[in-house]
Nanobody, 125 residues
Framework: QLQLVESGGGSVQPGGSLRLSCAAS????????IAWFRQAPGKEREGVSC???????DYADSVKGRFTISIDNAKNTVYLQMNSLKPEDTGVYYC???????????????????WGQGTQVTVSS
């Protein structure tokens, strides 16, 4: 019924780009909050970006100016365009969803009831 599936991860050199996709089956993006989280080995999961009700965009300070979150409404898909990638961007990237956004802090993982399985992003020289 409701499902999130990430794709687009891979290995890239510093300064390169990747585009992640999150297919948000069953979500109405005009209502939902769809976020990207990432987790490096031994570190806590952290919020990267979020789009709420298809209009409000938020970014972690560490990615502002480099990452862009967007929507293709016809495909019910959320994208994360990642440019100027750095080694510290390495980690497993997860798509997270809440059916109705705006109630809690976007960067708090407990806000989200649905999670994808993750896609690996590796940035190395």
């Amino acid at each position: 019924q409701l499902q999130l599936v990430e794709s687009g991860g891979g290995s890239v050199q510093p300064g390169g780009s990747l585009r992640l996709s999150c297919a948000a089956s069953g979500f109405t993006l005009d209502y939902a909050a769809i976020a990207w989280f990432r987790q490096a080995p031994g570190k806590e999961r952290e919020g990267v970006s979020c789009i709420t009700r298809a209009t409000s965009r938020d970014y972690a300070d560490s990615v502002k100016g480099r990452f862009t979150i967007s929507i293709d409404n016809a495909k019910n898909t959320v994208y994360l365009q990642m440019n100027s990638l750095k080694p510290e961007d390495t980690g497993v990237y997860y798509c997270a969803g809440s059916m109705f956004g705006g109630s809690y802090y976007w960067w708090w993982a407990n806000e989200y009831d649905y999670w994808g399985q993750g896609t690996q992003v590796t940035v190395s020289s």
